[in-house]
């Protein structure tokens, strides 16, 4: 680590905006020798936006590295706890959320009084030199210069930057009066749905900010050169949250977000910073939070590195991984806004609570600790019964009625003997049975030989198999009464023939391979799997038997559930998918064309199955891949299960073809349940990084999901679900103890940390 003051001595920076000033002031504060420059094209006291939201993490932050910023801060800031939400006539107040905002010309004059008042030399009106050029004669140069960085365009092949465009036109507002929470509110015009979000920044000002759909911008005649009279339109759609007062611009445009990725974040010795380097859109309050962090992290990165290329390599690892998050989270946010639509006939609390935990960062939990009797009126609207969790509440599905809400996914485990299932499934599938989920559904169990995914894997093709299935479901219905087993019926088609997962997952075996079948001669992975044979008529039909011969088996073992496998790639996702589905036969082409052979299957096991026995399918509403399956097209291929009698969507993603790009993060996977679920109205069961208790209760209660399935927390912990029981407090029938099981039922005490402390220091 150098000493204070070491490192870079000539500084430059591109770009007036808080990230760069602040970053000049930190860098000078703590290096007075240094000399740093900074310059912004524009004046003083121009700027775009109005308020800006800092959290208490980043003025805890400010308040570490520079008391003199932070106490004027202190000055400066509005605060309030509420957000309102205003829908259909109705007002849903939250509490207890924390918001300090001030307006960004003052947290400008602020940061500009700081850098001179330390010496930095700030030059405005004036256009920066290329970076390229300033790296010449400095040795650090900060490009804080702003999502249309010409830094980052300069250098794109260095940073490699991905921009990525929306769907929604937004326009920054202000109203010259102080709102006393922050408002989120939804107008159904005859043009389309819009939405308000605005808060206070001054004690006589709010931001306000107005978002809505291209279409519906376009409709609405918004897209004239002028803004103005869009700008009053929007004060007399919003009239009721003005006041009916007018709305202010400041040279104010309508906007699509624009979200920046970048590969790299510093080139030589220039580095990014804020918007340049990263954006998370506005609808979560981060844009000037990020850059205000960013600018604190470099200051520290440069002061406690060796040297320059160790210190930008410290900053980007800090960094990136927060950035990260909060674009995830942002992303989410976006997406939802994108999509209000879908949501705007949810009951006005569940509206509410969806609203404020869109981007998964509010949760259930969260709310319930900030403002309980929100909380309590939203799960009162759910139906949860008196002191119980969302996750404990029942649901019915034709005669099978689930005592909880939380379902054991389907895990290939690869670890039976000729497809049958032995003491390993017993102990697997038992152990999460006394574990409390609601539903324990098995792997994907294969409907003949050349069916199987691996040699591991199970099947239900001979009676042998059957009576080993048997065995289990009598165990799980006796041991764990109330526990529902459901079994997951499906064919490998071109993925088939592979080694167990361990020794190389999706690769061909050594030997003893079985010829595969798929829609179309495809190979997985070309080069290295084997290509299939593509289904004629006979194989089709013969493939439809051998779902009929395993569902009859299956009803015979006594699983309460059957979900055929649509999903993966595997047989039946195979046929659905554009990319590995390229018939031009009565089976390939068009969607309807592609659902074909699915729906005859799907109609075979609907038939044979008991009417009063739900029958599951699971579907990748995305293949994560350019020219496949889109959500769009996710909604209409439930749709048409649906309509052939699905009683539920089991909705994941993806492993269709070997090159996907997923998106992946914390429940992941949820907003296309989401998508199908609200564009339907029918159950759905959400699955893909869904790790607590927390994300299931808020998942279900915002309308996304009926049902959560969990996998790898049912590995890590078989009693998941009654411990997250314990944990909630909640003792009731949706999640009864074993009762062999029962004294476990409180958590263990730990060492004693109740010893008495010293009172005299003798000696």
């Known amino acids: 680590m150098t000493a204070p003051g070491a490192g870079p001595h000539r500084i430059a920076v591109i770009g007036g905006g808080p990230g760069g000033l602040y970053a000049a002031a930190l860098l000078k504060r703590l290096g007075p020798e240094r000399g740093i420059t900074l310059w912004e094209r524009n004046a003083p006291d121009d700027t ?290 994108e999509e209000l639509g879908r949501h705007v006939d949810q009951p006005p609390r569940q509206f509410a609570f969806n609203l404020l935990t869109r981007s998964r960062r509010v949760t259930h939990d969260n709310l319930r600790l900030r403002d309980p009797a929100f909380t309590s009126g939203v799960e009162e609207e759910f139906g949860c019964p008196p002191a119980t969790p969302p996750m404990f509440t029942p649901l019915r599905l034709r005669g099978l009625e689930l005592r909880n809400r939380v379902v054991v996914s389907p895990m290939d485990m690869y670890s039976a003997t000729d497809g049958v299932p032995g003491d390993f499934h017993l102990v697997h599938l038992g152990a999460r049975a006394l574990g409390g989920a609601g539903l324990v559904m098995t792997e994907m169990v294969c409907v003949s030989p050349e069916g199987r995914i691996t040699p591991g894997c199970t099947g239900l093709y001979t009676d042998e198999q059957a009576a080993a299935w048997t065995r289990i479901t009598d165990f799980v219905h006796t041991a764990s009464p109330g526990t529902a087993i459901g079994v997951q019926l499906g064919h490998s088609g071109r993925k088939g023939s592979t080694k167990l997962m361990w020794e190389g997952i999706d690769q061909p075996l050594d030997d003893g391979n079985w010829p595969v079948t798929a829609a179309s001669p495809l190979p997985y992975a070309p080069g290295v799997n084997q290509v299939p044979h593509a289904l004629d008529r006979a194989g089709l039909d013969e493939v439809r038997e051998q779902f009929a011969a395993a569902a009859r088996r299956a009803d015979a073992c006594g699983f309460d559930l059957l979900e055929l496998h649509c999903a993966h790639g595997y047989l039946l996702s195979g046929f659905l998918s554009p990319l590995t589905n390229r018939r031009t036969d009565a089976y390939g082409g068009p969607l309807a064309h592609r659902l074909r052979f699915p729906l005859e299957v799907f109609d075979t096991v609907r038939a044979l199955w008991p009417d009063d026995r739900p029958v599951t399918v699971r579907i990748s509403a995305t293949d994560w891949a350019e020219g496949g399956t889109t959500a769009e097209d996710a909604v209409e291929i439930a749709r048409a299960f649906v309509a052939h009698g699905a009683d539920a969507i089991d909705v994941s993603t993806g492993q269709v073809v070997p090159g996907e790009r997923p998106e992946y993060g914390r429940s992941y996977q949820t907003p296309y349940a989401d998508r199908i679920r609200n564009a339907l109205c029918v159950p759905v069961i959400a699955v893909g990084a869904i790790s607590s208790w927390d994300d299931v209760n808020s998942l279900l209660l915002a309308g996304r999901a009926d049902l959560c399935a969990l996998a790898r927390p049912h590995l890590y912990d078989p009693h998941w679900t009654l411990h997250a029981a314990a944990e909630q407090g909640y003792t009731g029938p949706g999640a009864p103890w074993p009762l062999p099981y029962r004294a476990g039922s409180r958590t263990p005490p730990t060492g004693r940390t109740d010893a008495p402390k010293p009172r005299l220091r003798l000696g």
């Open 48 to 337: 775009f936006g109005f308020g800006v939201v800092l959290s208490d993490e980043t003025l805890g932050g400010i308040e570490h590295a520079d008391p003199v910023v932070h106490r004027a801060l202190q000055r400066e800031f509005v605060r309030w706890d509420d957000i309102d939400i205003v829908h259909r006539g109705h007002t849903q107040t939250s509490g207890g959320h924390g918001f300090a905002a001030l307006g960004r010309r003052r947290l400008l004059e602020i940061l500009h009084e700081r850098c001179a008042g330390l010496g930095v030399d700030l030059r405005f009106r004036t256009q920066a030199p290329p970076a390229a050029e300033l790296a010449a004669t400095h040795d650090l140069v900060i490009a804080a210069d702003g999502v249309h960085s010409a830094t980052r365009e300069a250098h794109a092949e260095s940073f490699r930057p991905r921009v990525t465009g929306h769907r929604c036109r937004y326009i920054w507002l202000a109203a010259d009066f102080a709102l006393d929470a922050f408002r989120f509110e939804i107008a159904e015009t005859a043009y389309g749905v819009m939405q308000l979000h605005a808060y206070p920044f001054s004690q006589d000002a709010s931001t306000v900010i107005v978002e809505m759909r291209e279409e519906v911008w376009r409709a609405a005649g918004f897209d004239v050169p002028d803004p103005a009279e869009s700008i009053d339109q929007c004060a007399k759609i919003f009239a009721g949250a003005l006041g009916h007062r007018p709305l202010r611009s400041n040279n104010s445009a309508w906007l699509t977000f624009r979200t920046v990725v970048n590969e790299h974040w510093s080139h030589g010795s220039t580095v990014l910073i804020g918007d340049a380097a990263h954006t998370a859109h506005f609808s979560i309050g981060s844009g000037t939070k990020l850059a205000v962090e960013d600018a604190l992290a470099l200051a520290a990165c440069v002061e406690e590195q060796p040297s320059l290329p160790a210190a930008l390599a410290a900053y980007e690892s800090e960094r990136r991984p927060v950035v990260e998050s909060t674009q995830r989270a942002a992303a989410a946010s976006l997406r939802w806004f």
